[in-house]
């Protein structure tokens, strides 16, 4: 059977019992009733998968359609979705994502009546998209989100696109299109400099492994439907659209599609709403294409999904990206061991571990990271420094770092992500680099610990019965997860 978000929460439910949550009674995603059901586990650290049966519609009406939430919130699940063991580490999982995106496997194209997405089918005047049980995700927000990745098409290779674009449901059939200066811009200014409308689908729940893959950063080149079966491990399976046939393949096995067209020449207002970073973004134009809705197709039992939370997004989503810096910077110094780039508490921080060989290596792997996506400030540290953990990070920059000497300020010549509130000159901002290595041409006191001979001689399991070791509590608070 091919990989969908059924198949996920089919696995989640044998291998984590107690994970995916049914809630039965009625709630309003435009009112905030789910937001506010999150916020209030995330406070208490549980973040199962929440899978509404009731929810309400943009009319006030149940709808046909259920809503699940935080399907990628937690290493467990991360696992889970790529089929890894349990005690893979955030670290392995990072490799884990560039072994997949270094074995791509194409897609493989099935017919429609075959394809689980036409079981329902909506065209033209039938669209409807207040049917959704679309989510108000935070109080400021200028409209009911949609957050799921689109897909386009490079007019000129076919190459595919997959990436996250907020959606603000205008009306039946219509969104706002928030474009950041990534790939996806690329395509659809292609498109308009050629007076062409752009072609593009969003799919609104498929396999964790399909989310995550549409986080992959890597050359306008690769086809990135290949780089999602490479995290899916089989072939993606592919129908032709309603709207454009095999111009636009979408995904078979997803639970919702809304396909439509970028509209050239026009952009519309969209926001504010509360991004990644924990902060309300401003009101959009420039970057906000229309988004005119052509058909709707989706599952008879279909889940509409959501992946922005009010408390901000949560680190494994980032896996892919954090893939992504660990590749480029080990392009530019082969001794980078980790790379930590955590959600919303490091959106445009990264922390690199090394094994540095010589002075120059961290400037170099900083001076990778800087040139790559959403980044303004790197911290390298040697690698027996957690980059994961931040008490280790406070730890090393308090007794490795004389400011004067190991903190590097760029001034405002770099091109700053648009959703930086920090910003007050266009999209320039400036950088810093903190070296936190310890050097290699003097002595440097020595770290304290205990002999490595004690440590392989004492046994916990020699001193304290079982029973008691499993009853302690495992603390967790020092570390962002």
Aim: hydrophobic share 40%.
């Amino acid at each position: 059977m091919a990989k969908s978000l059924h198949t996920f929460l089919d696995d989640l439910r044998r291998q984590r019992p107690g994970e995916v949550v049914q809630v039965t009674r009625p709630v309003n995603p435009a009112r905030h009733d789910v937001s506010a059901l999150v916020t209030q586990l995330a406070d208490r650290k549980q973040f199962p998968v929440l899978l509404f049966e009731c929810p309400k519609d943009l009319h006030g009406n149940t709808s046909e359609v259920r809503l699940a939430m935080n399907c990628e919130v937690s290493m467990g699940k991360f696992q889970t979705a790529l089929g890894v063991p349990p005690e893979t580490t955030r670290a392995d999982l990072a490799l884990e994502c560039l072994h997949r995106e270094a074995n791509p496997i194409p897609p493989m194209v099935v017919e429609p009546s075959e394809a689980p997405v036409k079981e329902v089918v909506r065209r033209g005047s039938e669209v409807d998209l207040l049917e959704l049980p679309v989510l108000r995700h935070h109080a400021l927000d200028g409209g009911p989100y949609i957050d799921m990745p689109s897909l386009g098409r490079d007019r000129n290779t076919g190459v595919y696109n997959v990436s996250y674009h907020r959606m603000e449901v205008k009306d039946r059939n219509h969104t706002g299109f928030y474009l950041s200066l990534q790939h996806m811009w690329r395509i659809f200014r292609d498109y308009e400099d050629h007076g062409e409308e752009c072609p593009v689908a969003a799919v609104s729940g498929h396999h964790p492994a399909f989310n995550i893959g549409a986080c992959y950063r890597g050359p306008f080149e690769a086809d990135e439907l290949d780089i999602i079966g490479g995290y899916l491990r089989e072939p993606l399976r592919l129908t032709p659209s309603e709207t454009f046939g095999d111009r636009l393949m979408v995904p078979a096995d997803a639970e919702i599609v809304i396909e439509g067209a970028l509209l050239p020449g026009k952009r519309v207002v969209e926001g504010p709403f509360g991004e990644v970073h924990g902060y309300v973004g401003p009101q959009g134009y420039r970057q906000a294409a229309s988004l005119e809705v052509r058909a709707v197709t989706r599952r008879r039992d279909a889940i509409h999904q959501s992946v922005i939370t009010p408390d901000g997004d949560k680190p494994w989503m980032d896996l892919a990206r954090e893939g992504a810096y660990l590749r480029r910077c080990r392009e530019a110094v082969p001794g980078v061991t980790a790379v930590c780039k955590n959600g919303r508490h490091a959106l445009m921080n990264v922390f690199i571990a090394m094994k540095k060989m010589s002075e120059g290596d961290p400037g170099r792997a900083a001076a990778a990271a800087l040139s790559f996506d959403q980044c303004k400030h790197v911290f390298i540290f040697d690698d027996d420094i957690d980059v994961y953990n931040p008490t280790e990070i406070l730890w090393a920059l308090a007794t490795r770092v004389q400011p004067h000497r190991q903190v590097s300020l760029i001034t405002d010549l770099m091109r700053g992500p648009l959703i930086d509130p920090s910003m007050d000159e266009g999209i320039r901002t400036s950088a810093m680099i903190v070296d936190a290595t310890r050097p290699l041409d003097r002595p440097f006191s020595p770290v304290s610990r205990c002999p490595d001979e004690a440590m392989a001689r004492i046994r916990v399991e020699d001193y304290l019965p079982r029973e008691v070791v499993d009853a302690i509590p495992v603390d967790r608070t020092t570390y962002w997860n």
